[in-house]
């Protein structure tokens, strides 16, 4: 394997392994690690024996382009975003596409499954109870149920690991 290709992956694996013990323990992922794993991503792109400097780019134009549209519309959090963006720029062009498909699998059977098992339930109930209807129904409608939100970098790091798996399509 080559000595370029190695530590991209080295790189790729830390940042995945990072952000998902960040997000799952403090519902977040810092700034500095995308952007260590986007500048490490361009910088092997850079660098001949790897990614061509234009895979690197694409990908991470892409990873970001792609996910930047759900967190415009409020389906996803900054950190996310970046993160693909940062995956887009070590495993480059095309094979970005493929680990967005499959995250975007793991991340929507992680939703249904979360709101299979909480959600379900109190927003049930809040719609029985009139859900935000005005007048008197207000003053005894319980407030709706809190946000669900899914740690979409466990989805982007299982996502990225299966296009390794399976390969690029």
Known sequence: MDTMLTASLVVLALLL????YTELTAA???????????????????LPG??????SFMGLLTGFGVLFIFYVFGGMG??????MGAVGS???YPMIISALVYTAIIGGVMAL???ASRGVTG??????AGGGAGGAAAAQTPAPPARLTVPYALAIASGTLL?????SR
């Open 17 to 20: 392994s990072v952000a998902v």
């Open 28 to 46: 977040r992922i810092p700034n500095w690690l995308t952007l260590v794993g986007l500048t490490f991503g361009l910088l092997f792109g850079a």
């Open 50 to 55: 790897g990614l061509t400097l234009e895979s």
């Open 78 to 83: 900054g950190g996310d975003v970046k993160l």
């Open 90 to 92: 070590l495993i480059g």
């Open 113 to 115: 499954s979360l709101v």
């Open 123 to 128: 927003l049930c109930r809040w719609a029985r």
């Open 163 to 167: 296009v390794f798996y399976f390969g």
